[in-house]
């Protein structure tokens, strides 16, 4: 059993090596859909101004302004922990000691 774990394990390495060097023949692309946020309707279910609420999670507030605006969108981290705020904010503010 350990020799089975450790040739799946060197496998997995060898790939990510070649996968590395530009060899993509092995990789196995995974997408997540990410539903769009209102980003305003998630800040005010913190009851948080939007300078306070970019102190807290770490957002400039001109990129909060932009996103609440519609001139930008989230992505990425920003739009997974927005998602998150939405739909849990205060376990998310309590988490975080707020």
Not at 20 to 48: F, I, M, N, Q, Y
Not at 56 to 69: D, N, V
Not at 70 to 78: E, F, M, N, S, V
Request: net charge positive; glycine share 8%; no cysteine.
């Amino acid at each position: 059993m350990a020799k089975e774990a450790f040739e799946t394990i060197e496998t997995g390495l060898k790939d990510a090596l070649a996968f590395a060097k530009g060899d993509k023949s092995k990789a196995k692309p995974r997408t997540v859909e990410v539903p769009a946020v209102d980003v305003a309707a998630a800040r005010k279910k913190t009851g948080l101004s939007q300078d306070k609420f970019a102190h807290i999670f770490g957002i400039s507030p001109s990129t909060l302004r932009k996103w609440e605006q519609g001139q930008r969108h989230p992505r990425g981290p920003a739009l997974v922990l927005l998602n998150v705020i939405a739909k849990e904010p205060k376990a998310v503010l309590r988490a975080l000691g707020k």
